[in-house]
Structure formats: structure tokens, C-alpha cells
């Protein structure tokens, strides 16, 4: 049998690998060897623990791996996947395994390709591996077989305890609503099963296996009425239904859920029992190494034209189900407020591309019974300017643009579309230069301010507001403080992530000034 070196720096790569993930590294070696039969499209996972030989094995029947991919799967050196090409990267799971492993076995076997490694510590600072004809697999697929160390504290050791954590990491995979989805969008196979030490897990019914109340299955659109993914929102019958650490809206991109996120809505006391699942292929391409989070900074708008119709269907829900939160209504504060941050926006220009506007021109659709063109309404709207009118009898105030923000507008009637055309004239509009200023009084959440679409939201519950309201100029220079820091924090979500003990520090300290 041939050896190989792993070579570089491993003892440090691997620790940084495992450093990317907040959660611990023999669930890490888990979750990421599954990613890796998934990607292959398997229709069979078999994952078996022996927790007294502290013993992984993850065997599916997938496609198999290539020579190249065989030798990129051992190579420390080797970059990671592209981005939007897959959930798994390449050995990631089992690189990182070896900071709590003594070896890993693996065998493969393509339509074109067949191979097996027996990888080991020779010596504390050297990884090496050998090869070897498998003799595990009687078909297409790949096997891997992770040996821990006896002294290493594992949080899995039984059936329950490991699909715990492939339902946290995979809830999509287990609902037959979403296999149906993933086969008719050819990434997953319908009949697609986990087999946890020799127990085939059946796929169920979301809202019978939750018990949720309030059930909705929703759609999310863009501006455009293209459908960006499917899910679902309901009331869990229990606090916390899928583990003690989730709740609120899970975010799934091709079966991986991301995140959890309230999208800065807090309805009170239901929190806990708050659920929701929603598939947005596309979001692929803006996955973190570590698949816990979404990195924006790839391309701003356009993770918020997939992003914000989440955040929509979520509030629409919330309201029609009286959840909302409170709003503190404030029109004059908020438009010296808006004139300010639009003056601010002229001395740092690239802001505005994150927000709709910046006065830019564009068409709005005006209803007109002599219109030429046909038109449908649809919910969410943009304010434009100057102020006009429609024709008599078909709608007055301000034309709108099709937006994230409360009421109608019209777009052109797509070829789609079953509904009655309207007739509209197109006209040339100047949109409102952003962002939207808007208050909410919340005094149980610690956030001075956030982004929420295309609005940033100011705390008037927060106590430090409250120690400057009415004092006029220490109230504006707040504002545009909280606002500023919304922003930074926005474009910048990972940052929470890397702080640790300062995470939410300046809201704190805020906070800590308020109840003074």
C-alpha cells in the first residue's frame, strides 16, 4: 500500500476549520460527512454509532468519488468548494475529525473510479494515509469511518440524540412536502431516507408531527412576482419543537437550515412556540464556510431581494395572526430624520445601493381605463414623488413602485398571471431616497435599532431612548447614532458572531446608561 503525507500545517488547519462553527466538533463531523452524501446524491444515508468503541460510520449510495476529488478529500491544501456549488465541502468532515480522532477510514466507488484510505496519526505531528481496494460497498457510494479518541467527550450515543441533530441540521429532508420539492427541483431524490443504526426514519407531515396551530404555507416572491422558494408557519404545540437552543423561522437553502430568525419581529410570549420552514434555493451562493449563516457582503442588494419576501410573509403572518409588534408613530420625527440620513447618504454614496432609491428614476404604472398597458395590483409598495394623482375614480395620492412597504402597486400583468387585466399608462417617477426611518416601541429587547428591509427601526422602548426624548437635540443625535450603528451592524452580521463576550456591547452599555 502507497503512503501519503497530508503535509502543511494540519494541527493549526484543522483547528481553524473547527473554529468556524459554533457548535461541537463531533456534531461538525457529522453534519459535514452527511452534507458530503447528500451533494452525492444519495437516496440512502446510513449513519450507525457505537458509542463503547466511540465508533462513526456514514455510509450512502451515492455517486461515488473521482480520483481528482479522492485526492482533494486528503489534501489539506486543497480550496474549498466554490461557492453555490454544493452544502458540503470536500473532507471537511473528516479533516476536522482529527481534533478528536485517531483515524478515519474511507472507501469509495465510482462509475469510473474505486479507492479506499486508512487514515492515521504515524506520529503525534504527522497525518499520513494509505490506500486500499474497498471491500465495504457492494454498489456506488461512499463509506467513512471516524474512530474518536477514548478520552473525547461525544454528544451523541444514541439513535435519538443523532437524529436530533439531522433533524436541527436537515429539518427539510425529514417533511415529504419538501422531498416532493427537492425532486421536482432535481436536487434531492424523493425517496431520499436516513437510516439511523439500522432504524429507517419515515418523512412526516410538518404540522401533524409539530401539532402547529395557525398553519400557513407560503410563497415568497420578489418585486418581479417570481417565486424565490416554499415554506411553512404555524404555532408549535410545544416551546422550543425541534431542540431547546431553535425557534422561530428556520432558513433552509437545498435542505440545509442556515438560521433561525424572528427578522426582527418579537411577538412576546408565544416566542418559544413560534415555527417556520422556509427553502430558498438560491441563497446557496451566499452560505458562510461553516453553513450557519448567509455572508450578504457577496452582493447586498441582491441577498436582499431574495431575503426581504421572507421577512414580508413572516410580518404579513404575524399581523394577520395578531402577533405584530407595537409601533410608535412619530411623522414629524421621521421626516427630519429621513432628511438627515438622505444628507448623510450624499458624503457616503456606496450605502445607497443597499437600500432602494436614492432618488433613482424609474417607470410607475398609473391606472388609466385608456391605458395601454395591462397591469395587476399587487401587495407591498414604494412611494415615489412628486405627489399626482390617477385618474378619477381609479386611485389617488403619490403613483407607487412595487416595494417591501405597506399597501398596493402595480406592475405589468405577467403571461402567468390568471387575473383581470387592469389598464395602466406608464409614467416617469423618481423613487424616495432610503432608508426608511420607522419607530417601534419594544422596551424587552435590548436593540437600540435594526434593519428590517428597507427600514431602519428604532427602539423608542429601549430605556436610553427613553432618557433622551425630550431633549430635542440629544433625541436627533441618538437617532442618527442608532441608525448608523443599525447599518454597520447590518452589512456586518458576523461580527456578533466574533465577539464573543462583546457581542451587542454598544446596546448594552446603552442599556446599562438607561437604567441609570
Known sequence: MALHDSGVNFENLIRDLADMYPYNVAEVVLVEIVANSLDAK????????????????????????????????????????????????????????????????????????????????????????EDFVPKNL?????????????????????????????????????????????????????????????????????????????????????????????????????????????????????????????FNQYPGEIMPRVFGLIEVPELISFLTTSKTDFNRKVNIKKFEA??????????????????????????????????????????????????????????????????????ELVNGAQSTFPVGEGEKGMGGGAPTLPGMGEGLSLKPLSETSGSSPDRATPIGRKSRSGPRVSFESNPHRVDIAWVDGNDVVINSGHRAYEKVRRNDFARRAYCIFAISYAIHRFLDPLEDNRGGQFVNIVDRILDAWGRK
Open 42 to 129: 444519495a437516496t440512502e444515508v446510513r449513519i450507525d454509532y457505537n458509542p463503547d468503541a466511540k465508533v462513526l460510520c456514514v455510509c450512502d449510495n451515492g455517486i461515488g468519488m473521482t480520483k481528482d476529488q479522492f485526492q482533494k478529500y486528503h489534501d489539506f491544501a486543497a480550496g474549498l468548494k466554490e461557492r453555490g456549488a454544493g452544502i458540503g465541502f470536500a473532507g471537511i468532515g473528516a479533516k476536522i475529525s482529527f481534533n478528536i480522532a485517531d483515524k478515519v477510514v474511507t472507501e469509495t466507488r465510482g462509475s469510473e473510479f474505486s479507492a479506499g484510505s486508512y487514515w492515521y496519526f504515524e506520529s503525534p505531528r504527522r497525518l499520513v494515509w
Open 138 to 262: 457492494n454498489g456506488l457510494g461512499t463509506r467513512v469511518t471516524v474512530y474518536f479518541r477514548r478520552d473525547v467527550d461525544i454528544p451523541y450515543s444514541t439513535t435519538d440524540d443523532i437524529l436530533k441533530i439531522l433533524r436541527s441540521h436537515y429539518l427539510p429532508l425529514f417533511d415529504r412536502k419538501f422531498l416532493e420539492l427537492y425532486s421536482r427541483l432535481g436536487f434531492y431524490d424523493e425517496k431520499l431516507r436516513f437510516i439511523v443504526n439500522g432504524n429507517v426514519v419515515e418523512p412526516f407531515f410538518l404540522e401533524n408531527e409539530l401539532n402547529l396551530d395557525s398553519v400557513e404555507k407560503v410563497k415568497p416572491q420578489d418585486q418581479k412576482g417570481r417565486f424565490l422558494g416554499y415554506g411553512i408557519l404555524g404555532i408549535a404545540e410545544k416551546e422550543y419543537p425541534i431542540s431547546e437552543e431553535i425557534c422561530g423561522v428556520l432558513v433552509s437553502t437545498h435542505g440545509k437550515v442556515v438560521k433561525s430568525d424572528f
Open 306 to 375: 431574495l431575503y426581504s419576501p421572507l421577512r414580508q410573509v413572516f410580518k404579513e403572518w404575524l399581523a394577520k395572526h395578531g402577533m405584530s409588534s407595537a409601533e410608535d408613530s412619530d411623522s414629524d420625527e421621521v421626516r427630519k430624520l429621513e432628511k438627515e440620513i438622505r444628507k448623510i447618504l450624499e458624503e457616503v454614496p456606496e450605502l445607497g445601493t443597499i437600500f432602494e432609491g436614492l432618488s433613482t428614476k424609474r417607470s410607475a404604472l398609473v391606472a388609466r381605463r385608456s391605458g395601454e398597458e395591462p397591469a
